[in-house]
């Protein structure tokens, strides 16, 4: 049973950082692409970025890109997303997604496990 645990959500001003961690369990995830997902109050959940596990390679949205890094730990299963200079519209409950689909989704309906989430806030 694939379980995706996140943590690391928080309440944070303007410019600073966080760190989300997701902790995955349940079977190998060697081939597996990990992402990151957001969603706002009354928005879409969008993409935010991904690592394909078995090589490392990694995938920004736009809004992020520069700012945001994702990386995984092979020994602890671990996907993580570094955020450095936020902004009060990254305010978000950001959600830990994975998939063995070949190309990287962007969508949600790319994804085949979730976690619960973890709300990060923003303030200015």
């Known amino acids: 049973q694939v379980q995706l645990v996140e943590s690391g959500g928080g309440l944070v001003q303007a410019g600073g950082s966080l760190r989300l961690s997701c902790a995955a369990s349940?079977?190998?995830?060697?081939?597996?692409?990990m992402a990151w997902f957001r969603q706002a109050p009354g928005k879409e959940r969008e993409f935010v970025a991904a690592i394909r596990w078995s090589v490392g390679r990694v995938y920004y949205a736009d809004s992020v890109n520069g700012r945001f890094t994702i990386s995984r730990d092979n020994a602890k299963n671990t996907v993580y997303l570094q955020m450095n200079s936020l902004k009060p519209e990254d305010t978000a409950v950001f959600y830990c997604?994975?998939?063995?689909?070949?190309?990287?989704?962007?969508?949600?309906?790319?994804?085949?496990?979730w976690g619960q989430g973890t709300q990060v806030t923003v303030s200015s």
């Open positions: 349940g079977r190998t995830f060697v081939n597996y692409i």
């Open positions: 997604a994975a998939t063995r689909a070949v190309v990287v989704p962007r969508d949600r309906q790319g994804y085949d496990y």
